[in-house]
């Protein structure tokens, strides 16, 4: 059973308009969740990371958080062609163990 | 600079012919960990360290080995290399595993 679920996507958004990536996963003791952007032939790259439920804001970025739906998502305002990328999600488990989803393909179009 | 740094970067070799990748990072960081990424399997963790002298099994460890001899080193060994283990290899490191992680540019190999 994947315990970090992501849409694969491609998911396709009009430059401009706001991008929502979307993750869930399985266990209920996982504290801290992070964002990473990776293109194409790179290393991932931070993005933004959530410890409490709620929102975070950086700049065109919002990282929300549903502990009890064990949910959480990322918001990208005024999509840029530069934003094309695939996405990663990635959770804590067991205290000690960092898990990744499958990772969402997202393009902007110009 | 602050960096993670993989070697090396490409790698082609044949079965059985054990290789070993190596990682360092310059920032004192505590935790460090393996993973590789295949075509829609996403980023799977192979060890990790919350130490020196501390390492554990992450969720595909079977067929490889770690040391973490010093903080700043962890090297990936493949004993007897076989074709399932072609893939691109990303060492990271963060101050904890619960901080952002810093990732090396990746290894890509090839098993023949």
């Known amino acids: 059973q994947k315990e970090v679920e992501q849409n694969s996507g491609p998911l396709s958004v009009p430059e401009g308009a706001i991008a929502s990536l979307n993750c869930t996963y399985s266990d209920r003791g996982s504290q801290s969740f992070f964002w990473y952007r990776q293109y194409s032939g790179k290393s991932p790259e931070l993005i933004m990371f959530i410890y409490s439920n709620g929102d975070k804001e950086d700049g065109r970025f919002t990282a929300q958080l549903n502990k009890a739906s064990q949910y959480v998502s990322l918001l990208i305002r005024d999509s840029q062609p530069s934003d094309s990328a695939t996405y990663l999600c990635?959770?804590?488990?067991?205290?000690?163990?960092?898990?990744f989803g499958q990772g969402t393909r997202l393009t902007i179009n110009p | 600079e602050a960096q993670v740094t993989q070697n090396p970067r490409y790698l082609i070799t044949v079965t059985g012919k054990k290789l070993t990748v190596t990682c360092s990072q310059n920032?004192?960081?505590?935790?460090m960990s393996w993973y590789r990424q295949d075509p829609g399997l996403g980023l799977r963790q192979i060890y990790y360290?919350?130490?020196?002298?501390?390492?554990d099994k992450g969720d595909v460890p079977e067929g490889y080995k770690v040391s973490r001899k010093e903080k700043r080193n962890f090297p990936l060994i493949l004993e007897s290399p076989s074709p399932n283990q072609t893939s691109l290899y990303f060492c990271a490191s963060g101050v904890m595993v619960n901080q952002p992680q810093h990732f090396g540019d990746g290894t890509r190999l090839s098993i023949l």
């Open positions: 920032m004192n960081h505590e935790y």
């Open positions: 990635a959770v804590i488990e067991g205290a000690q163990k960092l898990v």
């Open positions: 360290s919350m130490n020196v002298e501390v390492t």
